[in-house]
């Protein structure tokens, strides 16, 4: 098996678009190199060997600072699909994971029960790297199922992270994440083990995502029905991608009276719901579609782009000065800005890069609708319920998630466009972008296409059809 690892200049199967479906091994498909996606490797162990000391401190009746709870979710959060290719940002990570492993290590009374990996020193990076990706675990069901645990877990991360930034912290959530992530290094456990711990890491993946949407909601307030612009303006304007609600809160502030608007694109849409960023007049509108058409929409954007999170897709040199990132996204040769969780980030020098810039290329006119949130589709109860009882409306369908460059993915749009008339599609996520802004109609003056907003909140979705299931008294 080492000998195999070795051949190898990379292992990655995490996303849906990896190579041949089975595995990137010369160059991640997403343009990570071999080295980050090594580099990447040794985060997630030196994370799992932090998460095996907080989770014997815990037992021992100690507590964890909130800080290195914070400290584990960015890491995982790092290492998603498409978040950060930035080798020394990720090296920095490793390099501060340690330290604050080895000064919580001191505070641990029995050391014996330790795996390997809270343990090791730091010794050799590039070394160490090499042993431990996911091909380091031999039995294929095993390594199926610690990777699937692992992937959860970084799921959950990103959106603890998320309500961090809006300072909720969920003590019982955190020990959780560090437990099962723990548990990925231990050997003892079988594969009935295992999948009893996927599926635990799918309960508390939704009281993450329950969290999050508390947090949002407390934070601006419950998203309603709205019509967002998809045209431009004639200011200049700063394009902000990815999930993070609080960026987006701090660059609007930010921003306020500086002849700048503001676009949100992809992820970031639905924020135009939320009832507290509509007293932005600069809150332009959206620009553009789902991640995998940055490189052109970008460009023609003319103005600098910020990606607080998830999905990077490596720039061209035509716009690459003008791409800026922050929190747990990075790419080499893009300018960072960061500050401590409840400090303002700085983005002036962002601001002041918009100034010189040239208003952003119309590509699209008109605006779309959305909105519907649990709370919004729950004030509709009676006329869903009506439309139901009539035959108005004979079926939902849920399509949610991310979207992707295949071209099979068309299928989304042809089965969007092929739904019969009496039919309303559910979704969240960018996976919206095939289909919800395509001319479906409505029914009785519900639009066709009801959409909650994020990928998170597809926990919207769950609560609707909860809902559904109770108004109509169903048993399933």
Not at 25 to 34: F, I, L, N, R
Not at 161 to 167: S, V
Not at 323 to 340: E, F, Q, R, V
């Amino acid at each position: 098996m080492e000998e195999y690892i070795m051949e190898q200049k990379m292992f990655c199967y995490q996303c849906q678009e990896t190579a041949g479906c089975k595995g990137c091994t010369a160059c991640g498909v997403c343009g990570k190199q071999p080295e980050v996606a090594a580099m990447q490797d040794l985060l997630v162990y030196v994370t799992k060997g932090l998460s095996a000391v907080t989770t014997q401190l815990r037992a021992e009746g100690k507590t964890v600072d909130k800080t290195v709870n914070h400290l584990i979710s960015v890491n995982l959060f790092i290492t998603i699909t498409n978040a950060n290719f930035d080798l020394d940002s990720i090296t920095a990570k490793v390099t501060e994971t340690l330290a604050v492993k080895e000064e919580l290590l001191g505070q641990v009374q029995n050391k014996e029960s330790l795996p390997e990996a809270a343990l090791w020193n730091g010794s050799d990076y590039t070394e160490k790297a090499k042993t431990v990706g996911v091909l380091a675990t031999e039995n294929e069901d095993i390594r199926s199922l610690r990777e699937l645990i692992t992937y959860g877990l970084k799921g959950l991360a990103a959106y603890t992270k998320h309500a961090n930034a809006l300072l909720n912290d969920d003590e019982e959530l955190d020990a959780f994440l560090q437990s099962a992530l723990a548990k990925t290094l231990d050997d003892s456990l079988s594969v009935d083990d295992l999948g009893a711990l996927t599926l635990e890491v799918g309960k508390y993946g939704v009281q993450g995502m329950a969290d999050l949407d508390a947090a949002n909601t407390t934070a601006y307030g419950n998203p309603e029905i709205t019509s967002v612009d998809i045209g431009v303006r004639n200011n200049p304007g700063i394009l902000i991608s990815g999930h993070d609600l609080k960026d987006l809160e701090m660059l609007l502030e930010q921003t306020k009276d500086t002849g700048v608007d503001v676009y949100t694109h992809s992820e970031m849409l639905p924020a135009h719901y939320y009832p507290f960023f509509k007293k932005y007049p600069h809150f332009a509108g959206n620009y553009g579609n789902a991640w995998w058409k940055q490189k052109e929409e970008f460009e023609s954007f003319n103005g600098p782009v910020l990606m607080t999170t998830n999905c990077i897709v490596p720039p061209k040199d035509s716009y690459k000065d003008r791409l800026w990132t922050t929190g747990a996204a990075g790419y080499p040769g893009c300018k960072h800005i960061d500050a401590p969780y409840g400090e303002v980030k700085d983005f002036s020098p962002i601001i002041e890069q918009a100034k010189k810039c040239p208003p952003p290329t119309e590509i699209e006119t008109g605006s779309i609708i959305g909105g519907f949130a649990h709370e919004q589709v729950f004030a509709l109860a009676d006329t869903v319920v009506e439309a139901v009882k009539s035959g108005a409306i004979r079926k939902f369908v849920v399509m949610a998630g991310c979207d992707g460059r295949a071209k099979s993915r068309s299928y989304y749009r042809e089965f969007a466009e092929k739904l019969p008339k009496d039919t309303v599609i559910l979704t969240a996520g960018c996976a919206k972008y095939k289909y919800n802004k395509l001319n479906l109609g409505d029914i009785g003056g519900i639009p066709r296409v009801l959409d909650a907003g994020q990928c998170n909140d597809s926990y919207s979705l769950a609560l609707i059809a909860l809902k559904l299931k109770e108004v109509f008294g169903l048993d399933d």
